[in-house]
């Protein structure tokens, strides 16, 4: 086990199983010692998490939803890695979009789930630059999507 197993484990917390791509891409690329993961979305027990921050849901509902993005993220990592998370050097970069009404402004707040996910069960290898944007929608609805860029070991 991993020091990330250990860190899902004591966080509660299992990774899904890494979702299949839903269109005409491939759900990570590895080129060089940079592994680029396709944006996932946030999808929980009953399915798509849906609905629109500003509108449908809270900051907090919001942020959960980031959290599923987080996990759908390191599942493909552990995926690309051969199921190896010590593979996985660092969390370089996340870019998440929000599902907003236009007035809404705390799309950081919102991806706040998904790094401070990354950060309990990855450390310091878990701090990353990111970009928090806002979308006028996303696919299936969903109120989040995240991309993430790590660095192999």
């Known amino acids: 086990m991993t020091a990330i197993d250990d860190a899902l484990t004591k966080l509660g917390l299992t990774l899904p199983d890494a979702p299949a791509p839903a269109a005409n891409y491939v759900p990570y690329v590895i080129s060089g010692k940079h592994l680029y993961v396709s944006g996932q979305v946030s999808t929980g027990a009953d399915g798509f998490i849906t609905g ?3 509108a449908d849901l809270t ?3 919001g942020a959960a939803a980031a959290q599923t993005c987080a996990l759908a993220l390191l599942a493909q990592a552990r995926a690309a890695a051969g199921g190896d998370f010590s593979r996985i ?3 370089v970069k996340l870019v ?3 599902n ?3 007035d809404f402004g705390d799309q950081p707040k919102v991806v706040n ?3 401070d996910l990354f950060v309990a069960v990855m450390g310091d290898a878990g701090r990353h630059a990111r970009s928090a944007v806002s979308a ?3 696919p299936f609805g969903v109120a989040v999507e995240i991309e993430a860029i790590f660095e192999l070991a």
Do not use: C, D, N, Y
């Open 52 to 54: 629109k921050l500003g």
């Open 113 to 115: 789930g998904a790094s």
């Open 136 to 138: 006028a929608s996303l």
């Open 59 to 61: 900051v907090e509902e």
């Open 100 to 102: 907003s009404t236009p």
């Open 89 to 91: 050097k660092r969390l």
């Open 96 to 98: 998440g979009f929000v």
